[in-house]
């Protein structure tokens, strides 16, 4: 997990999410594009019984915040160990 900018604390990444999302047989799928002439990564999380969550990100390297880890986690009925 990397650090975010001017904080000591490791915060989980989306690439972190993706991989704990994989290890728990979800089907994970992103689409990269450009708009305005800014990357951006759509990635779709599906769990085995259809729950879905989708997260739009400039980078998989983007730290996630508590709140965005929640939200995640709600909508896809799981608790990951990355929320503390």
Do not use: C, Q
Request: charged share 25%.
């Amino acid at each position: 997990m990397s650090g975010a900018p001017g904080n000591p604390r490791e915060w989980p990444t989306l690439s972190d999410y993706i991989a704990h999302a994989r290890d728990a047989g979800f089907t994970v799928t992103t689409r990269k594009r450009e708009e305005a002439g800014l990357p951006l990564i759509a990635v779709s999380i599906v769990t085995p019984e259809g729950a879905m969550a989708v997260e739009i990100a400039a980078s998989l390297d983007d730290p996630l915040a508590s709140t965005t880890i929640a939200r995640l986690d709600r909508r896809l009925g799981r608790k990951s160990y990355l929320f503390r």
